[in-house]
């Protein structure tokens, strides 16, 4: 008997494939690794691509929606690993890869690390700004944490002596990448922190794979950075790297040059602001006393001033009068006093009780000095004191006669 053949429209068929590629719970969920070609950009934001390895190629969209989570850029001949869904476009007739997410293949777990460990730290506050310190602005020492050769010490020495050859550079060399890096890193911030060996840190390394630049995503060089009370600058890879350095330094630079011109100022920049300040002072203080020239030259010439050398001549010779008049009534006052002083002083001559003592009289005194007015004060055996004119007798009295 004949085998009866079914005949189906492409679009039916297609239709009943798409159904049972649906139906299939292997491919509702899958990771294929591939290497990327034909990578093509959408303006709806859809990436479109083709997966491919040594023997077949696999079609593949990855929606809007779904390149937002991206952390990296894919282009043509990188290898990934992504993660969608089977399924028929059944318009083409050609199944493809509906991506779900995609990473560079061998980081998934590194990836992975990456975003757990930078929940943990910012959940803890090492990224909140409260904690980032400015940093100085004319600093003394630069240190810089790096690898001892290689692109990014050059330039950050560079720039740091064309930019400001005033600052110190010391250079602390450590191991950038694979084991025992991190800790290197780590225990060097700490030693310039333990003896106060810089005023400004930059720490860091040129570009590479999120492998190469894994030390500056590891804890114990996070929390280094949080702990040091210098102000540091993070330093690592290109533009479009970020690591858990960046997030925890008090300023993420985007390249290790851009990470010395902010560590120091420009000493070009500020000679030339400074002549152009001292210029600046210059012109104010002409201009101030050009304007205040002015001003004396109109005072000068004003009408209310204009008659005051002949009025300042005429005062000073009444002044001269004055001081003439003065000094010879003074004079007249003075001889005028020190006749009626000479007079007093005859008077007084006369009054004076030494003038009687020089006549032949005498003044009895006390011990005391209580005048002798009475024979009552004068019991015999009475000391007292007998003061003639030139000079004193001491005298007891033997008897009074009343």
């Not at 020190?338 to 004076?352: E, I, R, V, Y």
């Amino acid at each position: 008997m004949e085998q009866q053949i079914m005949t189906v429209t492409v679009s039916q068929l297609n239709h009943y494939v798409h159904r049972v590629i649906d139906h299939n719970s292997y491919l509702k969920d899958i990771c294929i690794k591939g290497e990327i070609s034909n990578c093509k950009r959408h303006p709806s934001g859809h990436i479109y691509l083709t997966l491919k390895d040594e023997g077949s190629v696999l079609r593949s969209v990855m929606f809007r929606t779904a390149t937002s989570t991206l952390r990296f850029n894919p282009e043509d001949g990188m290898k990934v690993t992504a993660r969608g869904r089977i399924s028929v476009y059944e318009p083409g007739g050609a199944y493809q890869l509906y991506i779900e997410s995609m990473e560079p293949d061998g980081e998934g777990a590194l990836y992975a690390a990456f975003e757990k460990l930078k929940k943990k730290l910012e959940e803890e506050g090492l990224f909140d700004s409260q904690f980032k310190k400015p940093l100085p602005t004319f600093p003394e020492t630069v240190c810089v944490v790096t690898a001892a050769s290689g692109a990014a010490i050059r330039d950050i020495l560079n720039v740091l002596g064309r930019r400001y050859p005033l600052a110190n550079v010391r250079v602390f060399p450590v191991a950038v990448q694979g084991e025992g890096a991190a800790q290197e890193i780590a225990t060097a911030i700490s030693l310039i922190n333990e003896h106060s060996l810089g005023d400004v840190i930059i720490t860091g390394r040129g570009g590479g794979s999120i492998e190469d630049l894994w030390a500056f995503n590891e804890e114990v060089v996070a929390r280094a950075i949080f702990a040091s009370s210098i102000p540091i600058i993070s330093a690592v890879g290109h533009e479009t790297d970020f690591t858990i350095a960046d997030f925890v330094a008090d300023l993420r630079a985007p390249t290790p040059s851009a990470a010395a011109e902010l560590a120091v100022p420009s000493a070009l920049e500020l000679s030339q602001r400074l002549l152009a300040q001292k210029n600046e002072l210059i012109a104010q203080m002409r201009h101030g006393l050009l304007s205040r020239q002015k001003s004396l030259d109109y005072l000068k010439n004003h009408p209310a001033l204009r008659g005051m050398p002949d009025t300042i001549a005429e005062k000073r010779i009444t002044v001269d009068h004055l001081q003439k008049s003065s000094s010879y009534a003074f004079s007249k006052l003075f001889d005028s006093l020190t006749h009626q002083l000479s007079a007093c002083a005859g008077k007084l001559d006369a009054l004076s009780p030494l003038s009687a003592l020089s006549r032949g009289y005498a003044y009895a005194s006390l011990d005391d000095g209580t005048p002798i007015r009475s024979t009552k004060q004068c019991v015999p055996g009475t000391a007292f004191d007998l003061r003639v004119s030139d000079g004193t007798a001491r005298c007891v009295v033997s008897e009074t006669d009343k």
